[in-house]
């Protein structure tokens, strides 16, 4: 349970964490961006690294027990990779089409059943409610474009 001095805490730091959010929203934007650049960024380069380690042993495996040259090792290593990265695209390419169309009709359904039920209410609705949502969509979007300019 938590006692009164963190409710106290937790209550001041999301009052804190909104006024930095209404206050200088373009550098937490920013601040958030690069963050998830650089963790792309660290998983990109762990990639390359493990990709060239995995490159360096083929050769020297390939070097050694066939007792090739050079350039007829990095041939071989060439031509495992692209097999080891070009079977498991095939079956890729071979799903990807079926995944695409069941995700396509499901959301296709769940857009014209939102639609529906969006277009429902909106006809249940008085003119006056009408109007008040109107209002409070024109005033959301006034108060939003501070933020884009």
Partial sequence: MISISYKNIIKLLLI???????????????LI???IHLII?????????????VESMLDNVIEENFHTEMHETQIVVFYIIMSVLCIPMY???RVL?????????SVSAVWS?????????????????K???????????????FFVM
């Fill in 91 to 93: 079956f890729i390419a």
């Fill in 41 to 53: 960024e660290s998983i990109a380069e762990m990639a390359h690294l493990i990709f060239e380690g």
């Fill in 33 to 35: 961006v690069e963050g």
């Fill in 131 to 145: 109007i008040k949502y109107g209002l409070i969509l024109i005033a959301g979007l006034y108060i939003a474009s």
């Fill in 16 to 30: 804190t964490a909104v006024l930095v959010i209404f206050t200088i929203p373009d550098i937490l934007l920013e």
């Fill in 97 to 105: 089409p079926r995944v695409y169309n069941a995700l396509d009709r």
């Fill in 113 to 129: 059943t939102q639609k529906s039920n969006l277009q429902m209410t909106w006809l249940g609705l008085s003119l006056q409610e």
